[in-house]
């Protein structure tokens, strides 16, 4: 599976972006998806995450309230809504896949996922 992110860029703290990543190669619709994000000199982190249908969703703390997970089957799409954005969401964020029907709250360490997109970088300004 190739997954490619975009929709990064630079925006002013209480802003949105919306996030794509869209997958080719493989069978999306039998991969649980995850956003994941980096900070400079720090880990990856688990951002949020949808299984295979996109009946259930896992958001981080951080991320749960402002930021929306979905999906897309028939487009091979996955999306990050994030809205009212903070200067600590300064990150590359990357998109991981793994086929897996397991619950999508045990699918939230990288190493939970085998496939990842390139990443786009997220700069919020104070």
């Known amino acids: 599976v190739q997954l490619q992110a975009s929709g990064g860029g630079l925006v002013q703290a209480g802003d949105s972006l919306r996030l794509s990543c869209a997958a080719s190669?493989?069978?999306?619709?039998?991969?649980?998806m995850g956003w994941f994000r980096q900070a400079p000199g720090k880990e990856r982190e688990f951002v949020a995450g949808?299984?295979?249908?996109?009946?259930?969703?896992f958001y981080a703390a951080s991320a749960r309230g402002r930021f929306t997970i979905s999906r897309d089957n028939a487009k091979n799409t996955v999306y990050l809504q994030m809205n009212s954005l903070k200067p600590e969401d300064t990150a590359v964020y990357y998109c991981?896949?793994?086929?897996?029907?397991?619950?999508?709250?045990?699918?939230?360490?990288?190493?939970?996922?085998?496939?990842w997109g390139q990443g786009t970088q997220v700069t919020v300004s104070s």
């Open positions: 991981a896949a793994v086929e897996s029907s397991r619950t999508i709250a045990l699918l939230t360490t990288d190493r939970a996922y085998n496939y």
């Open positions: 190669g493989g069978t999306f619709s039998r991969s649980a």
């Open positions: 949808i299984s295979r249908s996109g009946s259930s969703t």
